[in-house]
């Protein structure tokens, strides 16, 4: 996926659509800020999603992070491999390292997620 | 804490300009980590890593009361200590409790103590609160002088070629220190650190704190020195057990508890705390011990750790160990139940986690020769 074709959320996620599918990961950005990776927890397939809600966590050698859902839906897939070695995330957050697939409940929920500009924006804001 | 209000070192600049991940600790604002906390956790272990440490506090005495002084605050026995020796020390409450961990260093006049910078405050009020009719001074030099450990295996011979006009620093035995006059006046090079790798920690005066700094790191290109943050000094210590305060003791927490009480001779004569100790050393509450979790999550500060059903402690420091590649927690639980090899769990926000105690150090260097 290229960074300019996903949306994004203020917490770090972000999404790509395909159809109703979404396909969630977290941002470049957020891998450099937790840095040294340890392990993530992922949620199991048919787990319903809310918007704004966690549906696992990132931890890293410093601090534990919730993974929130950008969405509402439920979820149809997950990428075991990251889930077995997180290391795959840091390496490559936008290609091999997504999280999970999930069914789009509300496509107007992905209309109000930052673009890939305005994700920069807010990002250049939080380094401030 | 608003960052503007955070102490300075002399170093902070240096930190910021060159990718220092800032952070507020003890009042102070610190670099966290420049690249990643685990790589420069490896090279303290494998090479040799430069910290600023410039946020403990320093506080000289001096004056012919300075002796009786700091035996009456301290647990140690002070005057144990030869000229050029250092020592790990106690101050605690009346009840018992740890005020905070010290070096006393033993000068040929006087003596200088480190504290930790979230207690330099509270140290000093308690030392003004015992001095009493003593004849000595206390001055705190925390703010005019600056302190750079240099750590790890190669720490030595980097630090020698810096300071080439004092002859064989290597010969400077553990928890002793020596003056150097070669980088600036009265620069204290003590054989001690907080990583669990051989190394020295210097004290130089402020103004002296950059040019020292990049001559170390200049002369360290070809020993593959880097500069390291706090969070890998967390991972150091933690992996070879040392204890922190607000983690491992604090106020409420006695030294026998903590796995302190060789730092506390109840027959040195009078000192704050001895009456309480005395009874605490019968019957410590908690037993400080080693826990290795089977996952990989980490059980953190405050994590209840579990016998069964029943809550039989809690978590003081937890990580994803680097060099031993595990979750590693420390915790202080009720003595009975600290048996090496005893299966206990810990409570890792909401989900139980199979956990054994494992004996302490997690981590200890191999020495060479």
């Given at each position: 996926?290229?960074?300019t074709?996903?949306r994004?959320?203020?917490t770090?996620?972000w999404?790509?659509?395909?159809g109703d599918v979404?396909?969630?990961g977290?941002?470049?950005f957020?891998?450099?800020?937790?840095?040294?990776?340890i392990?993530i927890?992922?949620?199991?397939?048919?787990?319903?999603?809310?918007e704004g809600?966690s549906?696992?966590?990132i931890?890293?050698?410093?601090?534990?992070?919730?993974?929130?859902?950008?969405?509402?839906?439920?979820v149809?897939?997950?990428?075991?491999?990251?889930a077995a070695?997180?290391?795959?995330?840091?390496?490559?957050p936008?290609?091999k390292g997504?999280?999970?697939?999930a069914k789009?409940a509300?496509p107007?929920?992905?209309?109000?997620?930052?673009?890939?500009d305005?994700?920069?924006k807010?990002?250049?804001e939080?380094?401030? | 804490?608003?960052?503007?209000?955070?102490?300075?070192?002399?170093l902070?600049?240096?930190?910021v300009?060159?990718?220092g991940?800032?952070?507020?600790?003890?009042?102070w604002?610190m670099?966290?980590?420049?690249?990643?906390?685990?790589?420069?956790?490896?090279?303290?272990?494998e090479r040799?890593g430069?910290?600023?440490i410039?946020?403990?506090?320093?506080?000289?005495?001096?004056?012919p009361g300075a002796?009786?002084?700091?035996e009456?605050?301290t647990t140690?026995h002070?005057?144990k200590?030869?000229?050029g020796q250092?020592?790990?020390?106690?101050?605690?409450?009346e009840?018992?409790g740890?005020?905070d961990?010290i070096?006393v260093?033993?000068?040929g006049?006087?003596?200088?103590?480190?504290?930790?910078?979230s207690?330099?405050?509270k140290v000093?009020a308690?030392?003004?609160s015992?001095?009493?009719?003593?004849r000595?001074?206390?001055?705190?030099?925390t703010?005019e002088t600056?302190?750079?450990?240099?750590q790890g295996?190669r720490?030595?011979?980097?630090?020698?070629?810096?300071?080439p006009?004092?002859?064989?620093?290597?010969?400077?035995?553990y928890?002793?220190?020596?003056?150097a006059?070669?980088?600036?006046?009265?620069?204290?090079?003590s054989?001690?650190?907080?990583?669990?790798?051989?190394?020295?920690e210097?004290?130089?005066?402020g103004?002296?704190?950059?040019a020292?700094?990049?001559?170390?790191l200049a002369?360290?290109?070809?020993?593959?020195?880097?500069?390291c943050g706090?969070?890998?000094?967390?991972?150091?210590?933690?992996?070879?057990?040392?204890?922190l305060y607000?983690?491992?003791m604090?106020?409420?927490?006695?030294p026998?508890?903590?796995g302190?009480?060789?730092?506390?001779?109840?027959?040195?004569?009078?000192?704050v705390g001895?009456?309480a100790l005395?009874a605490?050393?019968?019957?410590p509450r908690?037993?400080?011990?080693?826990?290795?979790l089977e996952?990989k999550?980490?059980?953190r500060?405050?994590a209840i750790?579990?016998?069964?059903?029943r809550?039989?402690?809690?978590?003081?420091?937890g990580?994803?160990?680097?060099t031993?590649?595990a979750?590693?927690?420390?915790a202080?639980i009720?003595?009975?139940?600290?048996?090496?090899?005893t299966?206990?769990?810990?409570?890792v926000?909401?989900?139980?986690?199979?956990?054994?105690v494992?004996p302490?150090?997690?981590?200890?260097r191999?020495?060479?020769?």
């Amino acid at each position: 996926m290229k960074p300019t074709d996903l949306r994004f959320t203020r917490t770090h996620e972000w999404v790509y659509v395909d159809g109703d599918v979404a396909t969630i990961g977290v941002s470049r950005f957020a891998v450099d800020q937790l840095t040294d990776l340890i392990v993530i927890d992922l949620p199991e397939v048919g787990r319903k999603l809310s918007e704004g809600k966690s549906f696992g966590e990132i931890e890293s050698v410093k601090a534990v992070s919730d993974l929130y859902s950008p969405i509402d839906g439920e979820v149809i897939e997950v990428n075991r491999a990251v889930a077995a070695d997180v290391q795959i995330l840091a390496q490559d957050p936008y290609e091999k390292g997504w999280l999970i697939k999930a069914k789009i409940a509300d496509p107007a929920q992905v209309e109000k997620m930052l673009d890939h500009d305005a994700y920069q924006k807010a990002i250049a804001e939080e380094s401030h | 804490m608003p960052t503007d209000t955070l102490a300075h070192t002399p170093l902070h600049d240096w930190h910021v300009a060159h990718g220092g991940r800032m952070v507020e600790f003890g009042g102070w604002s610190m670099p966290v980590q420049y690249t990643s906390v685990i790589d420069e956790h490896k090279t303290v272990r494998e090479r040799v890593g430069l910290f600023d440490i410039g946020h403990m506090g320093r506080l000289d005495f001096d004056g012919p009361g300075a002796l009786d002084w700091l035996e009456r605050s301290t647990t140690n026995h002070v005057s144990k200590l030869a000229i050029g020796q250092i020592q790990y020390s106690l101050m605690v409450n009346e009840s018992g409790g740890v005020l905070d961990d010290i070096l006393v260093y033993r000068r040929g006049e006087g003596y200088l103590v480190v504290c930790n910078a979230s207690n330099r405050a509270k140290v000093v009020a308690q030392f003004e609160s015992l001095r009493g009719d003593f004849r000595a001074n206390l001055i705190d030099r925390t703010l005019e002088t600056a302190m750079i450990a240099i750590q790890g295996p190669r720490a030595v011979e980097l630090v020698q070629r810096v300071l080439p006009e004092h002859a064989s620093l290597s010969a400077i035995r553990y928890y002793h220190f020596e003056i150097a006059k070669s980088i600036g006046f009265d620069t204290v090079v003590s054989r001690t650190g907080y990583t669990g790798e051989d190394g020295f920690e210097l004290i130089i005066s402020g103004d002296r704190a950059v040019a020292v700094w990049e001559a170390l790191l200049a002369e360290g290109v070809e020993s593959g020195l880097r500069p390291c943050g706090l969070g890998a000094r967390d991972t150091l210590r933690f992996e070879a057990s040392m204890p922190l305060y607000g983690h491992e003791m604090d106020e409420t927490v006695d030294p026998y508890s903590a796995g302190l009480g060789w730092a506390v001779k109840l027959n040195k004569g009078d000192f704050v705390g001895n009456e309480a100790l005395r009874a605490l050393k019968k019957a410590p509450r908690w037993k400080r011990i080693g826990l290795a979790l089977e996952g990989k999550r980490i059980a953190r500060q405050g994590a209840i750790v579990l016998a069964g059903e029943r809550e039989i402690g809690r978590v003081t420091s937890g990580t994803f160990a680097p060099t031993l590649e595990a979750s590693l927690a420390m915790a202080l639980i009720e003595p009975s139940f600290a048996g090496d090899g005893t299966r206990l769990s810990v409570d890792v926000r909401g989900k139980v986690e199979p956990a054994t105690v494992v004996p302490l150090p997690f981590y200890r260097r191999v020495e060479k020769g």
